[in-house]
């Protein structure tokens, strides 16, 4: 069973950069598109990007286009995602799992917190 595991959150300033990571383990997730997910105070989870499985292709939602960028290291079973100019609608818990499609989601790790201060 594939177990995801999200770091790098904090409290930052507006303006502020933060990298996440996300570690899978439990079975390789090299064959995988990958996407980071947030959910914020009161909100349902929503999509934030994605990446194909050997990292060529990218997609964003329009809120953080320009902002953020998703990475990945297949040998080290890891993706990231590479926050710069945090506004505080950015505040969420972010999650990794894998990119919508028909074969479903992992099962959800905790997620980390990210708090950006006006």
């Known amino acids: 069973q594939v177990q995801l595991v999200e770091s790098g959150g904090g409290l930052v300033q507006t303006g502020g950069s933060l990298r996440l990571s996300c570690v899978a383990s439990?079975?390789?997730?090299?064959?995988?598109?990958m996407a980071w997910f947030r959910r914020g105070p009161g909100k349902e989870r929503d999509f934030v990007a994605r990446?194909?499985?050997?990292?060529?292709?990218?997609n964003y939602a329009d809120s953080v286009k320009g902002r953020f960028t998703i990475s990945r290291d297949n040998a080290k079973n890891t993706v990231y995602l590479s926050m710069n100019s945090l506004k505080p609608e950015d505040t969420a818990v972010y999650y990794c799992?894998?990119?919508?499609?028909?074969?479903?989601?992992?099962?959800w790790g905790q997620g980390t917190q990210v708090t950006v201060s006006s």
């Open positions: 439990g079975r390789t997730f090299s064959t995988d598109a």
């Open positions: 990446i194909n499985w050997i990292g060529t292709t990218t």
């Open positions: 799992n894998r990119a919508p499609s028909s074969l479903g989601y992992y099962p």
